[in-house]
């Protein structure tokens, strides 16, 4: 069997690599300037190169990004990428843009291209983990997850977790909350919480019952609880 030192890769993924650090991200850009080589842009119409972006541009980093939070220094180096090819430049010459790649990136609906963007997907891919915590609760990873963070238990959200004693991955998980707070507010709005016996869901904190936390709607009440 062979041995290696970390940081090394494991099924795809950098393990024990600071995933804060831009060459840790490399790999993900030098494989979009390759795929880019092996075709002929000239050849390619702006329908070809906006389809090509959409469907293998934008899909290559999935894997990645459903784990690591990208820096924006390489959100903004994949970004310069993509539009330089779409309008008819090679990733390695910069190209004058005939629409800003803000309203290249709006939806149809907007007046954009519908094109994704880079940073809304990581935080997308990285905010399902906040669901698969709520849902999976025999799951491997999760044990694992609340055995090295006993505070947050089989609660059905895994965020009061202290940033000071996180890891480098699970930590980028949680801050998404912090940097995206409508994404954070569409997560809550669209969980459905029932109360069992108490261990998940706790009667007073939690949104169980309309809007508001039975702690926010009658604060009287849960001083006296207390007590």
């Known amino acids: 069997c062979k041995y290696q030192k970390l940081p090394f890769l494991y099924l795809g993924l950098p393990l024990e690599a600071n995933p804060r650090l831009k060459k840790t991200c490399q790999p993900i850009l030098d494989k979009c300037k390759a795929r880019l080589a092996s075709w002929k842009w000239k050849l390619l119409s702006f329908g070809g190169r906006l389809m090509l972006i959409k469907s ?4 290559l980093p999935t894997y990645y990004l459903s784990l690591f939070k ?88 895994p965020f009061s977790v ?40 706790h009667f007073w904190t939690d949104t169980w019952v309309g809007n508001l936390s039975f702690k926010s709607a009658f604060p009287r009440l849960f001083s006296l609880s207390i007590e």
């Open 56 to 59: 293998v541009l934008s899909n």
């Open 162 to 201: 202290d940033f000071g004693i996180c890891s480098k991955m699970w930590c980028a998980i949680l801050k998404v909350s912090h940097s995206n707070s409508q994404l954070f507010n569409i997560f809550l709005n669209n969980s459905k919480l029932i109360v069992g016996n108490g261990d998940k869901i």
């Open 70 to 157: 990208l820096p924006s220094s390489v959100a903004k180096a994949f970004d310069k990428i993509r539009a330089n090819f779409l309008w008819g430049g090679s990733n390695l010459k910069k190209k004058v843009l005939l629409v800003s790649w803000t309203e290249a990136t709006k939806s149809k609906a907007s007046g954009g291209l519908g094109i994704r963007r880079i940073q809304e997907v990581n935080d997308c891919l990285l905010a399902k983990w906040w669901w698969r915590f709520g849902v999976e609760d025999n799951s491997l990873w999760k044990k694992v997850i609340c055995s090295r963070y006993p505070p947050i238990g089989g609660r059905w959200y």
